[in-house]
């Protein structure tokens, strides 16, 4: 079994900073993209940012020099630093995972809550 555990989040005043991680645990054969996504208030999940081995990464267009996705693989452990926050920035942040172990499987974290507000 493989868990995914986020943490970082928080309320943060407009152009603040955060940073969110996310663990991989469990039975881990290899980690081939892992990414986050966000959720705001009746909107859908949407994709916020994603990393591909072999240093494949992509960010969508709202967030694009505002924030940054990195790997750490020796830990299985996936960052987010948000800066420049907006207020619509604001929804739950889900981690998400693409994970072999003895299949290939697509995993989420449970989110953590990002508020910008003054």
């Known amino acids: 079994q493989v868990q995914l555990v986020e943490s970082g989040g928080g309320l943060v005043q407009p152009g603040g900073s955060l940073r969110l991680s996310c663990a991989a645990s469990?039975?881990?054969?290899?980690?081939?993209?892992m990414a986050w996504h966000r959720q705001a208030p009746g909107k859908q999940r949407e994709l916020v940012a994603s990393?591909?081995?072999?240093?494949?990464?992509n960010y969508a267009d709202f967030v694009k020099g505002r924030f940054t996705i990195s790997r750490d693989n020796a830990k299985n452990t996936v960052y987010l630093q948000m800066n420049s926050l907006k207020p619509e920035d604001t929804a739950v942040y889900y981690c998400?995972?693409?994970?072999?172990?003895?299949?290939?499987?697509?995993?989420w974290g449970r989110g953590t809550q990002v508020t910008v507000s003054s």
């Open positions: 998400n995972a693409l994970i072999r172990n003895t299949i290939v499987t697509n995993y």
């Open positions: 469990g039975s881990i054969v290899s980690i081939y993209v």
């Open positions: 990393s591909a081995n072999g240093g494949i990464i």
